[in-house]
């Protein structure tokens, strides 16, 4: 059993999905938070360490990371605080995510600075690092996943691609006055992504002004035609977001943005891999076509996840999940109810490689967002961010920043 210290920490005798290849019976050598050595099993001896964990049976994969999620464990990320947050993320590590971006829905400033509020403080909590010397008493026992900044969804998309979406709060964008009236995360390390339609009033200027900014920029909830999506990836937009839900479908004689995005190799996506939000038979056609290099996973995950069926009150309406499946009122699906493990769990039941899954659960999702030097994958330098799992693909052991976070 492995202390929550930051001292060195030795995993052993597990199969790792490593960066640039498997290795059978491995071992990963952790000290402060990261991870400093990966032997494979020629190495003649291990070095001694603090604690040693045995991982004889398990796969070993870097820690999942999910740019799309609106709250789990019966907390939404719209009406949350840092604890709440805090929860979510303990779920989480539960389920193998060791980072997040909270999600937000279209809605009023109010509602957006009261969210960001709570997202900024848990930002705060969980970037304190192992090696820091912080030891922040709230990470000392169990870490939950890293808070990395707010994924605004909207609230600048398309009115006839809202899916579960309230459209009495879209906008158009007029200046960059529009943008400075959404809040943000004071913190050095934040991130801000945003999903918005590039064919609405201003958003191919709304891009070009996001790029300026830093932003990470996702095309979704949109109907644009392959001109404005030529336009948007000229100002900066390359990535796109739960690919096929909430876009105009392929039409032979009108591409749209599903045939424009399969086609373009300099454009990422994202998929929720729910076998529900999009066939299997469909995941597997989009992988042929943008390979496992330019596809993430995703849970588009609201409150109810992880507290099975029944009726909720979420954005203030009856969502019902059935069967692991959502609705609303008007008859959308209205987000997933699964977490990464599970999108991880779908890709490997259709047959793709482990390394591949790993690349989209982890790697992609952090070359995304531009902190892929520092997470994503299992190299030496990198934050010890890890997830075990066994043949059946249970969850066994999930390391947050080097600490236990489940086990
Ligand atoms: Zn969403």
Redesign the pocket.
Known sequence: MAPDSTNSLLLRGARIIGHDRVIEQGAVLIEAGHIVRVFDSETPQLPAADAVVDLDGLTLFPGFIDL?I?GAAGVDTMAANADDLGRVGMFLASKGVTAWLP?LVPSTIEQYEQAIHAIEKAVAQTSVCADSGARDHRLKSVPPARVLGVHY?GPFVNSEQCGALHREHFRPYQNAADLDALPTIKHESAIHMMTLAPEIEGGVALIHELHRRGWIISIGHTRATVDVLDEALRAGAHHMTHFMNAMAPLHHRAPGPVGWGLIHDQVTCDVIADGIHVDPSILKLILRSKTADRVSLIS?AIAPTGLGDGEYHIWDEKIVVKDGRTQNARGSIA?SVITMLDAVRMMLSLGIFESDVARMASLNPARLLGIDVDCGSIEEGKRADLVALDEARNLRLTIVGGHVAFQ
Do not use: R
């Open positions: 799309h609106h999600t969804e588009d987000g």
